[in-house]
């Protein structure tokens, strides 16, 4: 018998643009991230190579698979699993974004379509919308919406543009 095991950092970043491009293809095109069996059928690869390339890119980016699953559970800037922030684009509701600053990155997969975000306020729980397309916010309700994280954001403390 063969052996599967492949070393997820010996894997040429060509290989792994190409495995990213797809998945957000298919996430783009139906709102769910494909199995790895799935996407070694499209990349024609064996399936635990698609294994190790997917863990790679999970490891290079801010997503995640769902614990103790071979499943992507989250890979910017959308989620595979339901979340408060729902995205919708030329009115159909068929994502859901990572949190609330990577629903506004949503836009950039969507050239030339509106997107619309809709969430609860995390604080108080009022129906939070903006719609958007490319660069231009469409709407906000309310019009003075603020974001707010308690990850540290730009890097060292001293040089971060908000304290």
Known sequence: MADHTVDPEQIPLEELDSAYAVI?????????AP???????TLGVEPM???????RIIDLTPGWMHPGTDWIASFP????????????????QRWFAQCGFEALACRWLFGGRT????????LGGEPL?????????LSI????????TRSPVGGDAANRPFR
């Not at 800037?77 to 159909?92: I, K, L």
């Open 115 to 122: 997107v619309r975000v809709d969430a609860p306020c995390l």
């Open 35 to 41: 199995h790895y069996a799935e996407l070694a059928r």
């Open 24 to 32: 957000m293809r298919e996430i783009v095109a139906t709102g769910v």
């Open 77 to 92: 800037p959308f989620n595979n699993q339901p979340t408060q922030y729902r995205v919708s684009v030329d009115g159909e």
């Open 129 to 137: 919308r903006i719609e958007m397309r490319d660069e231009e916010i």
């Open 49 to 55: 190579r698609t294994k190790a390339v997917i863990a």
């Open 141 to 148: 309700d309310p019009p003075t919406m603020v974001g707010y």
